[in-house]
């Protein structure tokens, strides 16, 4: 049975219970995070809690709690379920009102759930025991503010499932101009000629933290060449390599996009130099 954290209490999930008139229930308004923990090591933790309370701040959700105040939760958390490989949800949202309507109620206190669940083991470093993905593209047609990393994620499913009902692993996302913005779950790169290319972080786009250390651990070896930069789908299906990134994936190659092979179909060497040099640094995150 997992524990569960809701409104400062510890309990079991099955015991975890929010008001139908909690605006994150009804809105999906709120904000959440996916901290992986490998053995009880928490991975890039206080850039995840930055970005949770800048959404926060983004869309007027008050809470206060300090980056030690959270951390001391979450490692609670975490040793409550074993300190195992896990996935530590945690879910904001603005909270329960008296009544439903759209504009922000006033004195109400924000919802705080987290709560644990099993992960695999941090992703193999070596290409003969990576299976590569298959994806699809289609057209973004999610809300216009992808940098905030709201609840309200029907658009991502929506993606996600046409993708995963064809078959597919994921499927990455392109723009009115025919540029790639990420995928419906991730963030995405391209390689060509030993050079990574991302696209640049806007409104389209989410900062993924995996994609922030990813792109800080690269520029501090060297070694590897990134440029951030709008990229087309034309780039795309030309590319040598194709990545995506998320918590939960590491960095993930890509081997076949639309039923094609991406390069000559095997995972690529820049992928590999990649994931070795971000699998001995992510824990200082």
């Given at each position: 049975?997992?524990?569960?954290?809701?409104?400062?209490?510890?309990?079991?999930?099955?015991?975890?219970?929010?008001?139908?008139?909690?605006?994150?229930?009804?809105?999906?308004?709120?904000?959440?995070?996916?901290?992986?923990?490998?053995?009880?090591?928490?991975?890039?933790?206080?850039?995840?809690?930055?970005?949770?309370?800048?959404?926060?701040?983004?869309?007027?959700?008050?809470?206060?709690?300090?980056?030690?105040?959270?951390?001391?939760?979450?490692?609670?958390?975490?040793?409550?379920?074993?300190?195992?490989?896990?996935?530590?949800?945690?879910?904001?949202?603005?909270?329960?009102?008296?009544?439903?309507?759209?504009?922000?109620?006033?004195?109400?206190?924000?919802?705080?759930?987290?709560?644990?669940?099993?992960?695999?083991?941090?992703?193999?470093?070596?290409?003969?025991?990576?299976?590569?993905?298959?994806?699809?593209?289609?057209?973004?047609?999610?809300?216009?503010?992808?940098?905030?990393?709201?609840?309200?994620?029907?658009?991502?499913?929506?993606?996600?499932?046409?993708?995963?009902?064809?078959?597919?692993?994921?499927?990455?996302?392109?723009?009115?101009?025919?540029?790639?913005?990420?995928?419906?779950?991730c963030n995405a790169y391209i390689v060509k000629d030993g050079v990574v290319f991302t696209p640049p972080l806007d409104n389209q786009i989410l900062p993924g933290i995996t994609r922030y250390m990813l792109l800080d651990i690269l520029a501090n070896d060297?070694?590897?060449?990134?440029?951030?930069?709008?990229?087309?789908?034309?780039?795309?299906?030309?590319?040598?390599?194709?990545?995506?990134?998320?918590?939960?994936?590491?960095?993930?190659?890509?081997?076949?996009?639309?039923?094609?092979?991406?390069?000559?179909?095997?995972?690529?060497?820049?992928?590999?130099?990649?994931?070795?040099?971000?699998?001995?640094?992510?824990?200082?995150?």
């Amino acid at each position: 049975m997992s524990i569960a954290f809701l409104n400062d209490e510890f309990m079991p999930v099955e015991q975890a219970r929010i008001s139908p008139l909690d605006r994150g229930f009804l809105f999906g308004d709120g904000i959440y995070e996916v901290v992986p923990s490998y053995a009880g090591r928490l991975v890039g933790f206080a850039p995840h809690i930055k970005r949770m309370q800048q959404g926060l701040a983004a869309i007027g959700i008050k809470h206060e709690w300090s980056l030690q105040q959270w951390r001391d939760r979450v490692d609670t958390l975490v040793q409550r379920n074993g300190s195992g490989n896990l996935g530590v949800y945690i879910h904001v949202s603005r909270g329960a009102d008296t009544k439903r309507f759209h504009a922000f109620p006033d004195n109400i206190a924000p919802t705080v759930f987290m709560f644990c669940y099993e992960i695999p083991p941090s992703p193999t470093t070596d290409a003969s025991k990576t299976k590569g993905l298959r994806v699809n593209t289609q057209q973004d047609l999610r809300w216009q503010r992808c940098n905030i990393k709201s609840t309200s994620l029907l658009g991502n499913v929506m993606h996600f499932q046409q993708g995963y009902a064809d078959g597919y692993n994921e499927s990455l996302l392109f723009n009115r101009n025919n540029h790639l913005t990420e995928a419906s779950s991730c963030n995405a790169y391209i390689v060509k000629d030993g050079v990574v290319f991302t696209p640049p972080l806007d409104n389209q786009i989410l900062p993924g933290i995996t994609r922030y250390m990813l792109l800080d651990i690269l520029a501090n070896d060297g070694s590897i060449k990134v440029e951030q930069r709008v990229v087309s789908m034309d780039e795309v299906k030309a590319a040598d390599e194709i990545w995506l990134s998320s918590s939960s994936k590491d960095i993930a190659p890509v081997i076949e996009l639309d039923g094609q092979p991406v390069g000559n179909g095997n995972i690529g060497p820049v992928w590999e130099k990649a994931i070795k040099l971000y699998s001995q640094h992510k824990f200082n995150y």
